[in-house]
């Protein structure tokens, strides 16, 4: 139940094209769920995260959909670059957080390419 | 400065040696974490300070004491290690909040075990 399953494992995007990670989680209790990326050789970093209460956030060029009653969510990288080439994780937690500490349930991430 | 500035970022060492990594945030951060991370898999979360007080111990095996000195530094004691306990080591930290929000990661310290 604390699951977060992540697909595909890994994507190849010609540029200028359409990136979609898809994650899906069990557990109701997870009410935040934040996307991070990772560059070789870097930690990740926060890219956007959504909460349930809508079920679309935009950022730039990145969109989170957010579907509650399928406990589905899925990230969309509009017009992907090269420089979008990275693993992105998606993770899900609680919003209301005990002893101010986050315990992140990442998915296992999804390497992107973006041929030029 | 949002940087989590990790040391060192290589370790080499064998089963029977003693080593440590370091981490050090000045965000004003109250809350610290360790994560290791294997090839190809995401981070796992190790151990969780908060006001410099472990909060948070997954399960994780006594060759690895954490340790919290001050609100800024964060170390990671290493004895007796094992081969499978090669990995890159990440730090991370955040605000001590209520409600949820960025864990800030520094870019980590591979630890090769022979």
């Known amino acids: 139940q604390q699951q977060v399953k992540q697909s595909p494992q890994s994507l190849i995007v010609q540029k200028g094209g359409i990136s979609i990670i898809n994650c899906a989680y069990e557990n109701t209790a997870f009410d935040y769920f934040p996307w991070y990326q990772q560059f070789p050789g870097k930690g990740p970093a926060l890219l956007i995260a959504?909460?349930?209460?809508?079920s679309e956030k935009k950022e730039g060029r990145f969109t989170i959909s957010f579907n509650k009653s399928a406990k589905q969510f899925s990230l969309h990288i509009m017009d992907s670059q090269p420089g979008d080439s990275a693993t992105y994780f998606c993770a899900a937690t609680t919003f209301r957080l005990i002893q101010g500490a986050q315990k992140l349930v990442f998915g296992q991430g999804t390497r992107l390419t973006i041929n030029p | 400065d949002t940087e989590v500035t990790q040391t060192p970022k290589h370790l080499v060492m064998g089963m029977t040696n003693k080593k440590s990594l370091k981490c050090e945030q000045h965000?004003?951060?109250?809350?610290m974490y360790w994560y290791k991370q294997k090839a190809k898999k995401p981070p796992e979360l190790m151990f969780v300070y908060s006001y410099e007080k472990l909060s948070i111990n997954e399960s994780v095996p006594s060759r690895f004491s954490p340790e919290c000195p001050n609100s800024s530094l964060l170390n990671l004691h290493l004895h007796a290690l094992q081969p499978e306990d090669s990995a890159l080591y990440l730090c991370a930290s955040s605000q001590v909040l209520v409600i949820a929000g960025e864990l800030f990661f520094g870019e980590g310290s591979r630890l090769t075990v022979l």
């Open positions: 965000m004003g951060h109250r809350a």
């Open positions: 959504i909460r349930p209460d809508v």
